[in-house]
């Protein structure tokens, strides 16, 4: 049996590796079998270009229309709120940023750690909201399926084990830092398998749907 010094090793080091290259690699052949599906030739002429229908309509679908958010005002709203509070948590966090410069040789400035602290908590609430409302709306609770829960539950795992870290709550630092990190590489090997990876396709089909529309010259 590991002790917790072995065990943050591992998570630091082969865990962190196996993971890196699931994430990878699962990105890179789901990206591939997107392009190389193809499309086909359109034999219509041109009236519009592609390049400026592709580029509008990943601005005009990011932000959503009166009438969508007078009806999904909670979903909506909740949903940047915890995409925009794990984004900060993620890439603004100064212990992130200095496994970043470790990995890429990048750096940048960091925001205060109660800043951060804040964020999280926001964002875990926030998604305890949504996991809420999904069970209590009869419409979503009939859609929900084992995958929904599981991207729900890898989402907030390492915001929950992060904060919990950083606290020191419940167990030795070393324990709840690999913890931490072992969350982090669970979600990492999920991530490409599961409606997650839509955080890159997500812009791949707003400019497809854009470009078709910008080439008959017609708005999307």
Do not use: C
């Amino acid at each position: 049996m590991m002790t917790e010094i072995e065990f943050l090793s591992w998570v630091r080091g082969p865990g962190l590796q196996i993971a890196t290259i699931i994430f990878v690699a699962g990105i890179v052949i789901r990206i591939l079998e997107i392009l190389l599906l193809g499309r086909k030739g359109n034999l219509a002429e041109a009236k519009g270009s592609e390049m400026s229908g592709g580029f509008r309509t990943i601005l005009s679908r990011s932000v959503p229309t009166p009438s969508t958010f007078k009806r999904s005002t909670f979903t909506i709203v909740a949903g940047y709120i915890f995409h925009l509070g794990l984004f900060l948590v993620i890439f603004f966090y100064a212990p992130h940023i200095l496994f970043f410069k470790d990995v890429i040789g990048l750096s940048w400035p960091s925001l205060p750690t109660p800043v951060i602290d804040a964020t999280a908590v926001i964002s875990i609430i926030a998604l305890l909201a949504v996991i809420v409302h999904r069970f209590n709306n009869k419409v979503l609770r009939y859609l929900n399926n084992f995958e929904d829960m599981l991207v729900w539950f890898v989402t907030i795992a390492p915001l929950v084990t992060g904060y919990i870290a950083f606290h020191r709550i419940g167990m030795t630092g070393p324990t709840l830092l690999a913890i931490h990190i072992l969350s982090v590489e669970i979600l990492m090997v999920v991530f490409p398998f599961t409606k997650l990876m839509h955080a890159f396709t997500i812009f791949m089909s707003r400019w497809y749907n854009g470009a078709m529309s910008g080439y008959r010259g017609v708005e999307s």
